[in-house]
């Protein structure tokens, strides 16, 4: 029987490293970024058609589009370091393509092509019948019998994806508050979410998508420029934003993320500390092994443990002792939720 095992987090929790160990298990299907490759278009209510789920996943990411565009791309965006035939300033990059299919494939546009001819044939379902079927295609394609699928800034996404797949197993990997936040103040894509959630606040919408065009011009300039479909890239990467506002981003995800996974059956879900994976990886990748069905084979766990790099461990220590303290006290929610969640 094929499992379905979704490993969420705040991101910046070594997460990327473990979707590469993942998908050195010879009978795990990795699906690195599908969610966040989707975003909200991932699951319509009703049912829909194989042409129209292919175009969810097919219809190029708008706001990863307009980061590549404005020149601050994520460095998990993997397409455009090997370049097809698909390019944002031309066709646009298929959601499923930026960050899914280099993962599995050194054939990103070839795959592509061949998931188009099967998919847009299927019939009606729901989107998460379809997401199923999809599983089981990649499964018979690469010739794995598990599936995980691993995104940063996922702990949001539970409740959804427990109602859409009610069987489905979930890993909660996390890493020490300080450190994570400080690597998210230095990250791309978490200083634009930062300062998204600020316009946010500042104008009571629930999403970027909702904004009327009155509370676009009630902006300040920075902010309201980050909306165009390109904008200036040091807005992103030259401001001063504070570290310890960060924290607070990390402890506000994982107090929420916390509760909502305390709603998932204990025999669904499980942790996995990043200093944990550091400090004892194949005692860890055993553990995850099992949950996630598949036999942690010796070969996967020498392989895994020589993937991992401790360098980046401990990193908030070396800042001034007024910020770290000040990273610290913010985090401090989020530490008592995740030492509740282990006990």
Known sequence: MRTLTFVVGTGRSGSTALSGIVNAHPDVLSLNELLSSVQSRGFPAGTLGGTEFWRLLADPNPLFERMIRSGVPMPEFVYPRRPGRFATD??????????????????????????????????????????????????????????????????????????????????????????????????????LIFLLRDILTQTGAARVEDLTED????????????????????????????????????????????????????????????????????????RLARFIGVEPLPRWLDAGAALLDGGRRGASRRLPPAELAALREHCAPGTRALAGDRR
């Open 90 to 191: 031309t066709t646009g990059i298929p959601a499923l393509s930026l960050m899914v299919l280099p993962h599995l494939t050194d054939d990103p546009d070839g795959l592509f092509d061949e998931l188009e001819k099967q998919v847009c044939g299927w019939p009606e379902r729901t989107a998460a019948g379809h997401y199923e079927a999809l599983f089981g295609l990649l499964c018979t394609r690469f010739g794995r019998g598990a599936v995980v699928e691993r995104s940063g800034y996922s702990l949001e996404r539970v409740p959804l994806l427990r109602q859409a797949f009610p069987q489905a197993r979930f890993v909660h990997l996390f890493r020490d508050g300080p450190d994570c936040a400080l690597s998210m103040s230095r990250h791309t894509g978490y200083r």
């Open 215 to 286: 509370q676009v011009r009630s902006l300040p300039p920075e902010l309201s420029q980050l909306l165009a479909e390109r904008f200036d890239s040091a807005l992103v990467l030259d401001r001063d934003l504070p570290s310890a506002g960060f924290a607070e981003l990390w402890s506000d995800i994982v107090v929420r993320g916390v509760a909502r996974l305390g709603e998932v059956p204990a025999p669904l879900r499980t942790t996995l500390a990043y200093e944990d994976l550091l400090d004892e990886p194949r005692e860890e990748l055993t």
